[in-house]
T-cell receptor, first 110, second 113 residues
Framework: GQQVMQIPQYQHVQEGEDFTTYCNSSTTLSNIQWYKQRPGGHPVFLIQLVKSGEVKKQKRLTFQFGEAKKNSSLHITATQTTDVGTYFCAGPNSGYALNFGKGTSLLVTP | DAGVIQSPRHEVTEMGQEVTLRCKPISGHDYLFWYRQTMMRGLELLIYFNNNVPIDDSGMPEDRFSAKMPNASFSTLKIQPSEPRDSAVYFC???????????FGPGTRLTVT
């Protein structure tokens, strides 16, 4: 079945450094979503990408959807301690429910 | 709207006991999802409902797990009997459409001793 893989699993950065997490699907996706989960919290929707090659920005966060619609990335510029958490990508499976990646846990040291 | 509501927030029980987790989705959302999250397996979809009807329960680990949605504003996930390996955080989520933005509840942290 369709799988969504994320790398890296963990990332530890100094505050002010950039951060990128990558998401790869075994199949073409109709859309890809990104969620953030703070420690002890629940996943919160960040954004959805639908079009091939789409790029969206939210302040210091930049999201990209690959041309083949099988991969995506989330880039954070100049990380802050408020960026700490786990970032998940999710894409619809063959039954159209979402498959979540294992997530990338980001730790930011002041 | 208050968002997705789950209860209890924490549950500690002994092996063999029955556990019932509850969820109230956002009003007007036609889809309700139950997930389990562990360090080892990540976020797993257990079952989802559309208009109160279970559509896909292929993620339910075994017969000890059951879920119901008697009406549009309430769902339960039951584990009977519970086992230590069921210890996890269980999330309920709801959405207006199947493959788009989901709203998660705060989760129930279950510990089975």
């Amino acid at each position: 079945g369709q799988q969504v893989m994320q790398i890296p699993q963990y990332q530890h950065v100094q505050e002010g450094e950039d951060f990128t997490t990558y998401c790869n699907s075994s199949t073409t996706l109709s859309n890809i979503q990104w969620y953030k989960q703070r420690p002890g919290g629940h996943p919160v929707f960040l954004i959805q990408l639908v079009k091939s090659g789409e790029v969206k920005k939210q302040k210091r966060l930049t999201f990209q959807f690959g041309e083949a619609k099988k991969n995506s990335s989330l880039h954070i510029t100049a990380t802050q301690t408020t960026d700490v958490g786990t970032y998940f990508c999710a894409g619809p499976n063959s039954g159209y429910a979402l498959n979540f990646g294992k997530g990338t846990s980001l730790l930011v040291t002041p | 709207d208050a968002g997705v509501i789950q209860s209890p927030r924490h549950e500690v029980t002994e092996m063999g006991q029955e556990v019932t987790l509850r969820c109230k989705p956002i009003s007007g959302h036609d889809y309700l999802f139950w997930y389990r999250q562990t360090m080892m397996r990540g976020l797993e979809l257990l079952i989802y409902f559309n208009n109160n009807v279970p559509i896909d329960d292929s993620g339910m680990p075994e017969d000890r797990f059951s879920a119901k949605m008697p009406n549009a504003s309430f769902s339960t996930l039951k584990i009977q009997p519970s086992e230590p390996r069921d210890s996890a955080v269980y999330f309920c989520a709801s959405s207006t459409t199947l493959a788009y933005e989901q709203y998660f509840g705060p989760g129930t942290r279950l510990t089975v001793t």
